[in-house]
């Protein structure tokens, strides 16, 4: 069969795949998106729905690896890694070492930055389309801490994004307890991320996924890939499940699940998957007013409508999605220390994820420079959710060969190869 030049097919149907998918469609694509689950299955259903400019500092960073070294022995903390021989992993670990400095924490920060800010901006236009509420406030979000170790760690990250213009404004316990009642008056001081925002991530990536839809993109979901063929630098053909696609450009933006992907196609591409778990409950009486983050104990707090999210822990433990129960105990008695609850909220639902995460903390936009009609898409880490947007839109930009509105070198695959 001809291959159809003007058919993009994205691998992938979480918000990195689906805001491809509405971007390139708007672009004049004959597009089809291919999801071996059903859309927004993965992290993008349970993660904590938080857009977080005050995010901008990547994982890999200075002290991280010390910090993390502590809570390995832990069962209850919010970071696991089971050691395997993996080389994937054991190479994943070194390159995370020699990124967490602080060359590659300052080169990186104003770079993630644009990319986020970036991203707020496309969020806002949705706002502007007809029936398309997808939950999106924007009053902030509050790091709360418990200890004066931490809060001076906190306020060492706020003078950092202070300095590329992120709003975050130290508070001390009097100024924290007037915004937010909910929190016990045992807390020593916050970090106000005033650019931060929440929506309801699985309402946004199902209405954009209709939006897409109605502009004539098509969707399969249960749909797996089973291979690649290539020739002359070119992906001729794509063998699913459900049948062979012959699309003229193909995104790859499967997520945690890309590298075993890029495998096929003879790409390393340095992404471990990170599982993360949140539990879901009934709004309880007393609910805090404003999404949270429980800073020492790294647990997101989300009021969601009528629910309360709780999101957190990272744990390198390959594929397993089996929900550690003690790990989540863990997560849900630490915020015992934080808030001031009059009973323990109602349970509706307790999920487990896994987060594309590359070792430097940036994510992997590119065009292949091994093959000519393939667009990398994919290792965005815990930022899934606020870079789905831009993401889409650069890879349109991509695909049509134009001059980016941003600088794609800091996103190339080929940055690893230093590390």
Partial sequence: MTRQENQALIIGGGVIGVCCMYYLVQRGWDVVLIEKD??????????????????????????????????????????????????????????????SSNNHMRRSLPVLRDLIIASMELYRQFLSMSEFDFGYL????????????????????????????????????????????????????????????????????????????????????????????????????????QGTFYPGLIVLAAGSWSPILGQALDLKLPIQPAKGFSVTCQLPVGSPRLPLLLSESRVAVTPMGNKLRFAGILELVGFDSRINERRVRGMMRSVDHYLALQDRPAVIETWSGFRPCTPDGLPIIARSKQIDNLILATGHGMLGMTLGPITGLLVSQLAARECTMIDFNPFALERFSVF
Wanted: with cysteine; hydrophobic share 45%; net charge negative.
């Fill in 138 to 241: 924007q009053n902030g979000v509050l790091g709360v801490y418990l200890t004066k170790d931490g809060l001076a760690e906190g306020i060492e990250e706020a003078r950092l994004l202070q300095e590329v213009n992120v709003g975050a404004e130290v508070l001390d316990v009097d100024a924290t307890l007037a915004l937010e009642p909910a929190l016990r008056p045992d807390v020593v001081g916050s970090v106000y991320y005033t650019d931060d925002a929440q929506i309801l991530p699985d309402v946004f990536v199902q209405k954009l996924k209709c939006v897409a839809e109605n502009m004539g993109a098509r969707i399969h979901v249960l749909t797996e890939v089973v291979g690649f063929n290539v020739k002359n630098r070119q992906i001729t053909s794509v063998q699913t499940s």
């Fill in 38 to 99: 059903q859309i927004g299955a993965g992290c993008s259903y349970g993660n904590a729905g938080l857009l977080v400019p005050g995010h901008s500092i990547p994982l890999a960073r200075p002290g991280v690896i010390a910090k993390g070294l502590r809570w390995l022995f832990n069962d209850e903390s919010p970071f696991h890694i089971e050691f395997r021989l993996s080389p994937a992993l054991i190479s994943w670990l070194i390159k995370f070492r020699r990124a």
